[in-house]
């Protein structure tokens, strides 16, 4: 199998057991959630859902043991998820290539249905170990299902968001990452930027920037890594227009309104920078 092509599938904001918290924080930024996921695994989410990709709030209920994993993270964004159609050969293939993974691993949710009837969205998952970057979980992720996930009734928000456009990685030595995109995806999808590294990723890119690059680009708005080398640290979204992600944050304290972006400081999104841009 060639090395794979790297496609967002999802985006993961880890909530640990904030997850009230975090439901009603995005809920006010304008997004429309899918209800609450339990995932077999012992997880719960949220999903943003997008036109081919979507944002997940993940979390463990109060007292939860399935998991645990979630709580060795901080809360913010801390995951990076690619589409892959095989889990199986994915996997063969990545260590076929020297990429350490996990074994790929399978769990499902229940889906309650406009019309009340419950269906189980399934999936199955090959991930990176924990210790391959402090930045955060890189996976990837076969749907079982993509009916039960990426429905209308989800892809709609109120702040006109339609998908991720850009990921945004902030590292003191990005020079591992650099390495580690290309003998996932190969060198060819790594391209040097003004302020650092970006990995095209389908219509979106992963960027890999220093943490003043971080700072130019977001100023006060940005996370601070909580003492991290690397970490995820910023979101952008593409948006209907700005006009319309303007309206549904009219009420949310300390937005950053320019002539190009919207942007929503960390400390109101959960841990992570969120960029709308038309």
């Known amino acids: 199998m060639p090395l794979p092509v790297p496609v967002f599938d999802h985006v993961v904001v880890n909530a640990q057991e904030r997850m009230d918290e975090a439901e009603a924080c995005y809920r006010r930024l304008g997004f429309t959630l899918t209800p609450r996921g339990f995932h077999t695994l012992g997880s719960i989410n949220h999903l943003a859902v997008f036109g081919t990709d979507y ?41 076929q290539g020297g990429v350490s993974c996990e074994e790929p691993q399978s769990f499902s949710r229940p889906v309650v249905l406009a ?42 928000h109120a702040n006109g968001a339609l998908g991720v456009a850009r990921a945004v990685i902030a590292a003191e030595q990005p020079d591992a990452l650099v390495v580690l995109f290309s003998r996932l995806f190969g060198a060819g999808a790594i391209a040097r930027t003004d302020d650092g590294h970006r990995l095209a990723v389908g219509l979106a890119e992963v960027a890999v920037v220093s943490p003043a690059a971080l700072r130019r680009r977001y100023g006060t708005a940005a ?56």
């Open 55 to 95: 944002l997940e709030l993940i979390g463990l209920p109060p007292g939860g043991s399935g998991r645990r994993e979630l709580m060795d993270w901080p809360v913010g964004l801390n995951g990076l998820v690619f589409a892959t159609e095989d889990a199986d050969a994915l996997a063969a293939a990545l260590r």
């Open 223 to 278: 996370s601070d890594g909580g003492g991290r080398g690397a970490w995820m640290a910023a979101l952008e979204l593409r948006t209907a227009s700005l006009a319309t992600t303007a309206a549904a944050l009219h009420d949310v304290a300390d937005i950053h309104i320019g002539v190009a972006r919207i942007t929503v400081p960390a400390a109101a999104a959960m841990g992570v920078a969120l960029s709308f841009l038309p």
């Open 115 to 156: 019309d009340g009837t419950a269906r189980d969205a399934a999936f199955r998952t090959v991930r990176l170990p924990g210790e391959t970057t402090e930045a955060g979980r890189l996976y990837f992720c076969a749907h079982a299902s993509r009916h039960l996930v990426w429905r209308d009734e989800w892809r709609r």
